[in-house]
């Protein structure tokens, strides 16, 4: 499966997203990573469809939307008629995980769902054959620039495990705390979509996606 940098615009200027997404694309970025909070499932608050809906007509990177709400299957259509490619669901977040992915397809996405930390994957095992991408997550949701939890990537070998046993072709995503040291334990456990906010985005975009790229090879 093909490695993939998707830089976080959580630690981008809020007030310059046009050109902050022109400036990944520049720099070799293959995904944009968008983080939507709703103050209920986690303790902040970003934005909507609507940044979705400004930023689509300046790139033509693929749009991978993590949401981190209550009641994601509300905002599906929303999301979908704003560009997104993508759609990623916690699995914690809603009582219906399954129809959500299937609305999320049937409104034309590629659908994935996400585990925080102490989810286990057994949770999501029901689910696996419907998605393109799981997102395990690496550090709680909610906030960037928080330290790497080492622990759950043994989430991520454990999915590369079950894929290979079930012929599934979902893709790995982590989330948190990835930089250029932490990559390598992601993609030796067998991940392949890397999302990076802060680390991307403090100094040099172009130098530091090119660190995390450096690691891939
Ligand atoms: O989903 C997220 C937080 O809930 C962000 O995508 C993630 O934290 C990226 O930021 P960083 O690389 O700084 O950890
Ligand atoms: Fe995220």
Do not use: C, W
């Not at 970025?29 to 300046?58: E, K, Q, S, W, Y």
């Not at 979908?80 to 977040?93: I, L």
């Not at 989330?175 to 403090?202: H, R, Y």
């Amino acid at each position: 499966m093909k490695n993939k940098i998707a830089p976080s615009i959580l630690s981008a200027d809020f007030g310059t997203f046009a050109q902050e997404v022109q400036k990944l694309e520049k720099a070799g970025a293959d995904v944009v990573h968008i983080d939507v909070m709703d103050g209920h499932f986690v303790d902040n608050l970003t934005f909507g469809a609507g940044v979705v809906a400004a930023i689509r007509p300046v790139s033509n990177l693929f749009f991978d939307v993590h949401m981190m709400v209550e009641e994601p299957q509300k905002y599906v259509d929303e999301f979908a008629k704003a560009g997104a490619d993508s759609m990623t669901v916690h699995v914690e977040a809603t009582p219906h995980i399954h129809g959500t992915l299937q609305a999320i397809k049937k409104a034309g996405m590629k659908a994935s769902v996400a585990i925080n930390p102490g989810t286990s994957v057994e949770l999501i095992k029901p689910v696996l054959s419907m998605v393109d991408m799981v997102l395990v997550m690496t550090v709680n949701p909610g906030f960037g620039g928080q330290a790497f939890i080492p622990e759950a990537i043994e989430k991520v070998a454990e999915l590369a495990k079950l894929r290979t046993e079930k012929e599934l072709d979902f893709e790995i995503e982590v989330d948190g705390g990835i930089t250029d040291e932490t990559i390598s334990q992601a993609l030796d456990a067998g991940a392949n979509v890397f999302v990076a906010g802060s680390f991307v985005f403090k100094g040099n975009v172009t130098e530091n996606i090119e660190k995390l790229r450096a690691k891939l090879d």
